[in-house]
């Protein structure tokens, strides 16, 4: 199947160039700086950007300076098994929040998901791996141990033999496969690598395969992994579902005295996102009602809306780390808060701008989803 032409934009014009001309398009990528070089690898469909990739000069440059869940997209849609020369470049932190996003289902690890991240973080190489075995929460390491493996600890009794197909970089420590295909190949790779650099890590993490009770592992993993995302702007699942609160009749038309509603903190932002969204078809009320924005607003309106974005992916339980989740997000959050900022626009006779700068996105989004409760997700979605 032919792919698709890439989009008419200077990521589409480059990559129309390095079809026709390699040589020129490397030249015409070199002439930007690392930043420049960033956003034209983010403004790329994540189906081309491994033709992007091939273009970079300094991809240890430009790699570490990309939004965490971007190289999540990225890894994802090359493949993670094809995945090395992106991951090589990786910092720990970038890794971290690739596993966050991606190997987990709703509040326990993907196990699957978890060893795929592992197996192409090891084939980018050992220091690829360590980087991310050191930056990853003890308890998700020792889940993901025992999940693969049962560990026994040699005693000093005189007639104590090894396990049966037991595995071992020691002679203390040994590792049987809890399934029978499973060579546990990727475990003791990594466990080699600890092994080797910090056997204090290996140690401890052993220790913890054998005494370590799941439930608490699990339990103490999902804390660490919702701080982080916290960080990244995704909230407690509690906390999202709020936007969903159905509104009492007479809280439909409730209008602030005070234009703060755009008065946001700005917050680290996992994706790029450098221009006020819009969707392909009809632009929603709310982005043309932006577009009317002041720059200092609009700045606002953009971390707001995001915030907004984000907590529909928890609340919809939608996959954080597949890049369709995104826009999907986006459009649900323009969408059903356009009806919101619609009804309260001709309740008051005011602009929607107006009634922009007073409302919070939040709140114009509950507005929506009081008048159309269809939206709400469906109950028992565990995606």
Known sequence: MASRPPPQTEAGRILTLARRDGPAARKAVEALDVLGQVALFCETPVAHRVEILDLLPSPEAVIPALPEAELCFTAK???????????EHATGEQLQACIDLDAWRSDLPDHAALSAWFDACLEAGTDTALRAVEVLDMELLVLMLQDRAVVHLKTNDDDWQPPAGGMTLEGVFYLVAKRGDDDLETVMGILQALFERDYWHYFRLLQGAIWELPSDCEEFALRWRTSRLMDMGF??????????????????????????????TPFHLPVWMPDLPSTRKKTPAILLAAAELAPDEKRGFLYAFLALANKLAVADRMPLGEAESTPIAIDKAAAVASMGLLHLAEHHGLAPVEVLRRVR?????????????????QVGSTA
């Open 77 to 87: 849609a090359i493949g993670l098994a094809d995945a090395a020369g992106l991951l």
């Open 235 to 264: 909230p407690t699942r509690e906390e999202a579902m709020a936007v969903y609160g159905v509104l009492r009749d007479e809280e439909l038309t409730t209008l602030p005295e005070e234009a703060t509603a755009l008065d946001v």
């Open 361 to 377: 996105l939040d709140r114009l989004f509950r507005v929506g989803a009081s008048l159309d409760q269809s939206v709400r997700p």
